[in-house]
């Protein structure tokens, strides 16, 4: 089985900051993309951040400068650090793993920034 296993939401005020983590295994390979949709309510999912094989690292516009992605070499395991939190990323984040274009995915953390 192939599971995605998601930590590090909760409740911040804005301002503040946010470290979500998730930690992939079973039969994933190695040398993945991995990155964080959310969706907040009444809004489409949309992609935060992803990491690929190279390392090559992309933001949403919205979180740039604000939102660090980084990951092992394997991309095995992903860190999203939150600084600078807004009420408008209260979301579910999803964490997502995709290997040979077939995408897994985390079961979804909860992050709510209060004004």
């Known amino acids: 089985q192939v599971q995605l296993v998601e930590s590090g939401g909760g409740l911040v005020q804005a301002g503040g900051s946010l470290r979500l983590s998730c930690t992939a295994s079973?039969?994933?390979?190695?040398?993945?993309?991995m990155g964080w949709y959310r969706q907040a309510p009444g809004k489409q999912r949309e992609l935060v951040a992803r990491?690929?094989?190279?390392?090559?690292?992309n933001y949403v516009d919205s979180v740039k400068g604000r939102f660090t992605i980084s990951g092992d070499n394997a991309r095995n395991t992903v860190h999203l650090q939150m600084n600078s939190l807004q009420p408008a990323d209260t979301a579910v984040y999803y964490c997502?793993?995709?290997?040979?274009?077939?995408?897994?995915w985390g079961q979804g953390t909860q992050v709510t920034v209060s004004s």
């Open positions: 997502y793993l995709q290997r040979l274009g077939r995408p897994f």
């Open positions: 079973g039969s994933i390979g190695s040398l993945n993309t």
């Open positions: 990491i690929n094989n190279g390392g090559t690292t």
